[in-house]
C-alpha cells in the first residue's frame, strides 16, 4: 500500500467534562499537557503516527470554536486539514463527515481513526499492530479495529470478544459496552477478551458501503452537499445539516451491527484518559502514592491525586484516595471511587450555577 493512500483522522471535538474542572467546554482535556510530557493530548496523538502516515494526509476533527486552538498547537496543519463540526453529534457523525472530506481528496484512501486523548506506552508495538491492520483491511476489504490486553476489570472500557486463530488479525464474536465489574472479570479470565481501544483502520470503500447499510440516513445528509462543498459553501451547509444528525455513536450505529469484522490484538499499553483515576495511574507519584502537581503541600495525606493550577496553595492533613483539582476559580474534591459520577455534578451545577463554570 502506498504511503500517500494512508490518512488519519484525530476526533478531537469532545468537551471531556470527565476530567473537569481541568477541562472545560471552552478548553477541553485534549488541548492539555494532562501527563506534564510538555505537549498536549492532541499533539502528542499526532507525534505517535508521524511516522506511519504523512503530514498532507493528517486530518483532525472538533468542533469549530477550537479550530483555532488546533491550528496553534499543530501549525503545520492546513487550514482545509481542519474538521469544523458546527456542534458534537457523536462519533457517527464525525466520521462520515471526515469519509465525504477524504474522498474529495483520495477516493482510494485507507484511513486510521483515533481520538485524541489517549495513552500508549509502547509506541513500537503500537506501530506494529497498526501496521497489520492496514495490511489486515487491504486484504480483507473490511474494517478493522486495535484491542489491547485486558490488565484490570475495568468498567469504563469497551470489550471485544474476538475468535482464537493463527495469526494477527482475529474475527470478532462481539462488543460490551461498559460491563458490571463482575462481568468484566469474567471476561478477563476467558482468554479471548481485548479492550477496545476506539481506533478503527479500514479502506475509505470499507467505511462507506457500512455506514449505507447501517447509517443511510447519516451518509445521505451529507451526499447532499457534495455540489456546495465544491463552491466554497462547505461551512454553510454543515451547519444546516448537524441539526439534523442523530447522535450516534460509530459503536453502537455501526459495529454492532456489521456482520464482518476483526481486531488485531497486541500489549501496547493503552489508556483511555477519560478520567482522573486513569490519570492518576499514569503520573509519577511520591513515597505515600500521591501525584502532585502545583502549589500542594500534603501531610498524612496517602493515595491522592492533587493538581493545582493556581497561585493559592492547596492544603491537606489526614485524607486518603481523592482527587482534588483546582482549576480556573473551581475546586474539586472527591474520591477516587467516584470520578466516574462527575457528569451527575455537573448537572448539578449547571443546575444552579448555569454554565459559568462548565
Not at 474529495?104 to 497498526?130: C, K, R, S, W
Not at 477496545?196 to 445521505?220: C, E, K
Not at 447522535?247 to 481486531?263: M, N, P, R, T
Request: aromatic residues 10%; contains cysteine.
Amino acid at each position: 500500500m502506498l504511503s500517500n493512500h494512508k490518512h488519519l483522522v484525530i476526533m478531537a471535538g469532545g468537551t471531556g467534562l470527565r476530567c473537569w474542572p481541568w477541562s472545560r467546554k471552552d478548553e477541553p482535556k485534549q488541548f492539555h499537557d494532562l501527563l506534564g510530557q510538555g505537549k498536549s493530548l492532541l499533539q502528542a496523538t499526532a507525534e505517535r503516527f508521524k511516522k506511519i502516515i504523512p503530514p498532507a494526509n493528517v486530518w483532525v476533527a472538533t468542533q469549530t470554536q477550537y479550530a483555532q486552538e488546533v491550528k496553534r498547537q499543530l501549525p503545520w496543519l492546513d487550514k482545509q486539514q481542519i474538521l469544523c463540526e458546527p456542534e458534537a453529534k457523536d462519533t457517527a457523525p464525525c466520521i462520515a463527515y471526515a469519509c465525504h472530506k477524504i474522498a474529495m481528496h483520495n477516493p482510494a484512501a485507507y484511513l486510521v481513526i483515533t481520538p485524541a486523548d489517549h495513552q500508549v506506552q509502547h509506541e513500537g508495538l503500537f506501530t506494529e499492530a497498526l501496521e497489520q491492520a492496514l495490511i489486515g483491511a487491504e486484504k480483507t476489504g473490511q474494517l478493522a479495529l486495535l484491542g489491547t490486553a485486558c490488565v484490570k476489570p475495568a468498567t469504563g472500557y469497551g470489550y471485544i470478544a474476538f475468535e482464537q486463530q493463527a495469526g494477527p488479525l482475529k474475527p470478532v464474536v462481539h462488543f460490551v459496552e461498559k460491563p458490571s465489574r463482575q462481568q468484566a472479570i469474567f471476561y478477563m479470565k476467558q482468554g479471548n477478551y481485548v479492550w477496545n481501544t476506539g481506533i478503527l483502520v479500514g479502506s475509505l470503500a470499507a467505511f462507506i458501503r457500512n455506514y449505507q447499510q447501517y447509517l443511510p440516513n447519516v451518509w445521505h445528509a451529507f451526499e447532499e452537499g457534495k455540489q456546495l462543498w465544491s463552491l466554497n459553501q462547505e461551512q454553510d451547509f454543515l451547519e444546516e445539516v448537524y441539526p439534523r444528525l442523530p447522535a450516534v455513536s460509530f459503536d453502537h450505529g455501526i459495529l454492532e451491527k456489521a456482520q464482518e469484522l476483526y481486531v488485531v490484538v497486541n500489549d501496547f499499553g493503552w489508556s483511555d484518559l477519560g478520567t482522573w483515576s486513569t490519570l492518576y495511574e499514569h503520573l509519577t507519584k511520591d513515597t505515600q502514592g500521591n501525584a502532585i502537581q502545583g502549589k500542594v503541600t500534603a501531610v498524612a495525606t496517602k493515595k491522592c491525586l492533587i493538581k493545582n493550577g493556581d497561585d493559592t496553595l492547596i492544603a491537606t492533613y489526614g485524607v486518603e484516595d481523592l482527587v482534588i483539582v483546582q482549576h480556573d476559580g473551581v475546586l474539586l474534591v472527591c474520591p477516587q471511587a467516584e470520578v466516574q459520577n462527575l457528569k451527575t455534578l455537573i448537572k448539578h451545577i449547571e443546575a444552579e450555577h448555569g454554565r459559568e463554570y462548565l
